[in-house]
Structure formats: C-alpha cells, structure tokens
C-alpha cells in the first residue's frame, strides 16, 4: 500500500503518530516529539493582524495538540502579539507536556517593517508580553533572534542581549535560551555567557548554509530547528522533488519534511500552516521512511538551486 492511503488523510483527524520520536534538549527536562508546529501563518498576510480564518486557526492549533504535537513555536512579533493570543485562546490552560517557543530581538511598528528590538529595556518589555500575551508565568524556551543590517546571516557580537537574555532566566521569567539566525562564531559567542539548547535557521532542502552547523550542534546534542522548512514564502519546487514523491506515493511538502527528519536527529520541525489539511499532511510525514537512494537524490536539489543562483 502506498503512503498516502495508509496515514494521510486530508479530510479528517489522524491519529496514532509517531511526530518523528523523541527529542531531549541538553541539560533540561524537557522532551518533545521531533516533529511540531510553527504558529507564524496564523497571522494576517505578511505577518500582519488577525488570520483571515479565525476559527480555522484554532481549529489548527486544537487538533496538532490533540494529534500529539508538544512543541509550538511563536513570537509576539507576529501579528504582532495576535499568534500568541491566538495560542492563548486555542489551548489555554495548556497540557502540561506541551512546550511554546517564542523568540525576541525584533518589532513591528505601524508601517508593518521589521526592526531590530534587542536592548535591555526592549526584551525586558518582549519577555513581559510573551509572558501576558500567552497566559504563563514563565516562558519555557527564548530565543534571541539575531537581526543583521539585511536579510539572512550576517556576523557581529550577540554578548550583550543574550547576557539580558541570560539574567532574565536567572529572574526565574525564561527556563531555556536558544538563538535564531546566527552563525557558527555567535553561537559559540553566546555559548561562552549560558548554555544554548537550540538554534533556529533558514534551512531546507534547496537551502543548505547550515549543513556544517547542524554537525557541531548535533555532536553538542542541540537541537537545529528550521524555519522555512517548506521554503517559507514560496513553498519548493523542484522536479526531483516531484519525481520522488509521485514515486513514493507522498505529497512534495512530506518528502521536503522527511528528508529533513532523515537529514540528522538533533533536527525538530516547525512546519508553518493556516490549513487543517496541511497540517495533517505535514504531521504524517513523520511516518515516511525515505531509503538512502532517495536521499541521495533528494541532495541533488540543493546542488541544482546554487548552480541556479550562480
Ligand atoms: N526565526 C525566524 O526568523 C523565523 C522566520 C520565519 C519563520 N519562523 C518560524 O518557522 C515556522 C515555519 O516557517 P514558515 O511558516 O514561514 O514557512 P514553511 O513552514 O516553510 O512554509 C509555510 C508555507 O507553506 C505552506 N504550506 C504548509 N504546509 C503545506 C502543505 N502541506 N502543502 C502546501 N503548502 C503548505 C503554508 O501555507 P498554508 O498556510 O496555506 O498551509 C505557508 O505558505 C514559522 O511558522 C515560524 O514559527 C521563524
């Protein structure tokens, strides 16, 4: 039988997942299931104002924790503040094994930019609104989210708002620190102030500047958490793609999911959806076992979008 009829079904609730297992972040109690869900789209378009269907984006966010999803990621810049009230209101009082990740370092003013928010005083503020927006008294996993003078990576000291990040853990407001779009030398920057226990970068199947980070933080048992993990704003495309999964018998998006599950253990997905089918789309693929054949060739992606850029 092929994958899809045996654990994708679009028009009702799945059950029995596996999320892709079981993933420890270093030197915490805490567990999750590799594969989560990322609240980003249930804001307005571009990431702006209420969802354009917001009894959808409960409905989103009820069934991935009932599907068994314990990892949400967020952000009070998104919306801002409505994902984290949209969470609020969807689960609230949360289960106890269920773990909302939310980042600061940026903000929204009224033009909709998006500008850099990293001094004491901003991310005592961001730390204050995660803590009310979301209805908690202590925020599980922070992460400071790196914004350079332009879009991607880009180098230059992160000591100072992570040192912030740091005493404000030591308040008891923040239990784990993690970082987001950084590079090798910040992580290890921040790692010499408090400990890190994940990093969340651009990555996917077509974009593959972390390849080398993902090895160091594997062998440190960080966990390397993806964002645009489907492609973001312009969701892959690609031939190979397409070709392994009519072969497979999975959609694009769960082959682009799969692959990265396969791609190393410390990797935790948060794949992003409005859509009650997407979502049970992208929760199976945790059940899609792709051969090293495949994976192989799923590689070549890569190669053929860096020849296409250059
Ligand atoms: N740290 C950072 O700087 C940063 C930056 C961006 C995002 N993030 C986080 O990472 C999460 C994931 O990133 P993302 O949501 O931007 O991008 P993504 O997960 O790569 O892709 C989301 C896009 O793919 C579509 N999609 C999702 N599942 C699909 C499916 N099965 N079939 C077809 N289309 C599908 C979504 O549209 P539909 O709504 O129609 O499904 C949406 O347009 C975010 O939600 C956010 O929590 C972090």
Request: with cysteine; aromatic share 6%; charged share 20%.
């Amino acid at each position: 039988m092929r994958f899809k009829s045996l654990c994708f079904k679009e028009d009702r609730q799945i059950t029995n997942l596996t999320l892709g297992g079981q993933f420890s972040l270093p030197g915490t109690s805490i567990s999750i299931k590799r594969l989560g869900y990322g609240a980003m789209q249930l804001a307005g378009p571009g990431v702006w104002g209420p969802p354009k269907d917001p009894d959808t984006a409960l409905a989103v966010l009820r069934e991935a924790v009932a599907a068994g999803i314990d990892h949400i990621d967020t952000s009070d810049f998104y919306g801002p503040h409505v994902t984290n009230q949209i969470i609020r209101q969807a689960l609230h009082p949360y289960p106890p094994e269920l773990v909302i990740v939310t980042k600061l370092g940026a903000r929204r003013p009224a033009d909709r930019s998006w500008q850099r928010a990293n001094s004491a005083e901003d991310l005592t503020a961001g730390v204050h609104d995660n803590l009310r927006n979301l209805g908690l008294d202590v925020l599980d996993v922070v992460n400071y989210r790196f914004l350079g003078t332009r879009h991607g990576l880009e180098e230059g000291s992160i000591a100072e708002p992570v040192a912030v990040l740091a005493d404000l853990q030591r308040q008891g407001l923040i239990r784990h620190i993690g970082l987001s779009n950084v590079t090798a030398v910040q992580v290890a920057e921040a790692q010499a102030i408090t400990d890190i226990v994940c990093v969340q970068n651009n990555y996917n199947l077509a974009h593959r500047d972390d390849d080398t980070l993902i090895e160091t933080l594997a062998g440190q048992g960080i966990a390397y958490v993806p964002f645009f993990p489907l492609g973001g704003f312009s969701p892959l495309q690609s031939s190979i793609l397409s070709t392994v999964a009519e072969r497979v018998g999975a959609t694009t998006m769960q082959v682009a999911l799969a692959w990265l599950l396969h791609r190393s253990p410390n990797i935790l997905l948060i794949p992003g959806t409005s859509s009650l089918a997407h979502l049970r789309e992208n929760m199976s693929a945790g059940e899609l076992t792709l051969t090293p054949e495949t994976l192989a060739e799923l590689d070549g992606i890569a190669a053929m979008a860096s020849k296409a850029q250059h």
